[in-house]
């Protein structure tokens, strides 16, 4: 079977780890937490960076940054992972579903404006596959009505918006270093600030609601419990995977891109005939190839299909169900809120398989796959 994903090793984990546990404090917020910082800050000028332990845990922050609770309202994309809304949900928002575009997974920013009232506190927004939302007009309408903006980044590591890049934009990003994404640490994830005028709070937030920081800087002769928070940092042993991978991020984006404009090149030939539909890449996005997808014309084609590469040993997988006719919602909603586009996402997207060690060969077995798939 060629899996769906497999997580890349670099050779150096085993070594760091060990380094992790010579330093004698491997815990969390130590030598490879500082490491990891300091890669973030110096390549991709990301100012105040906070490791967590997932990318809903770096979400889980911003929501308390942003001082959510009961009767605030939050817009996020329908068609996206369930961790979008729970850390806003848990604070006590109302999470207001937006659509998708026609020609993107992406919110639709078209929509944005109706959707805010004056209880709106902020916007989520979630950039697919790695490929950016329209920022300009995200910031423009957000800062126009005084409202939080947080990019949901989790599948956007070395991806831009025009010439900067993604999690540079809103007041907050989180990112996401699970195994399934190109740099992984098994779990783990990043919370972005680019309000300064946030981060001493977050320092406090990031370690159970305490001062520890301050103490440990002098300024304080003991840390106390000072405002909520959690254990949101990640152990050392985490932190040292993630640089082991952070070191090979060149060779490991520069091998995803030959498989995803592998896949793109031997599929072409399918979206001419009108059998499917590939992404669409526009001027202001750049691609950082965390995802290949293929759009077929039903729902009832693209079970057919996940079956027919199933049965010739090749895993593909589809998603999101639209959380707006996710069970938990409708349980709390009698109206029922119709998103065309992110339905039709959720019944006609297709993932294929991408990961550092899929081999061109095997590539063009999955595209001839499905090349013959659609001459039956």
Not at 28 to 52: E, I, W
Not at 202 to 227: C, F, S
Not at 279 to 301: G, K, M, V, W
Request: proline residues 3%.
């Amino acid at each position: 079977m060629i899996p769906f994903n497999k997580p890349y090793l670099t050779g150096q984990e085993y070594e760091l780890i060990e380094k992790a546990f010579i330093k004698g404090k491997f815990s969390g917020n130590g030598y490879f937490t500082d490491k990891c910082h300091r890669f973030f800050k110096n390549h991709f000028g990301f100012s105040n960076c906070f490791l967590t332990n997932s990318a809903t845990s770096a979400l889980e922050m911003a929501s308390l940054l942003c001082n959510i609770t009961d009767g605030d309202e939050v817009i996020i994309p329908s068609y996206t992972f369930v961790s979008t809304a729970t850390p806003f949900a848990l604070r006590g928002a109302r999470i207001i579903f937006c659509d998708s575009e026609a020609k993107s997974p992406n919110i639709d920013v078209q929509q944005l404006e109706q959707l805010i009232t004056q209880k709106t506190k902020a916007i989520v927004v979630v950039h697919y596959a790695g490929l950016a939302c329209d920022m300009d007009t995200i910031m423009e309408i957000a800062n126009r009505h005084n409202i939080f903006v947080i990019e949901d980044a989790a599948h956007s590591i070395t991806s831009s918006y025009k010439d900067s890049f993604l999690g540079t934009f809103g007041h907050f990003a989180a990112f996401s270093f699970h195994e399934t994404k190109n740099i992984s640490s098994g779990q783990g994830g990043m919370l972005v600030i680019n309000d300064q005028s946030m981060v001493e709070r977050a320092e406090k937030i990031w370690i159970k609601g305490t001062n520890q920081l301050e103490m440990l800087r002098g300024n304080v002769p003991k840390y106390e419990w000072v405002d909520l928070g959690s254990n949101f940092y990640p152990s050392e042993i985490t932190a040292a995977l993630l640089f082991a991978q952070l070191q090979k991020i060149e060779f490991i984006q520069s091998k995803r891109k030959l498989i995803w404009e592998t896949y793109y090149k031997q599929l072409q030939n399918l979206e001419t005939k009108e059998k499917i539909k590939l992404p669409t890449i526009r001027d202001y996005q750049s691609n950082n190839y965390h995802i290949f997808y293929i759009l077929c014309a039903s729902i009832s084609e693209r079970n057919d299909l996940i079956d027919f590469l199933k049965q010739n040993n090749v895993l593909a997988v589809f998603h999101y169900s639209p959380l707006h006719s996710s069970p938990y919602i409708q349980n709390k909603s009698t109206n029922k809120l119709v998103l065309p586009n992110a339905e039709n996402y959720s019944k006609t997207l297709l993932r294929l398989p991408l990961f550092v060690d899929l081999e061109l060969n095997l590539v063009s077995k999955i595209t001839s796959l499905i090349s013959s798939f659609y001459k039956s």
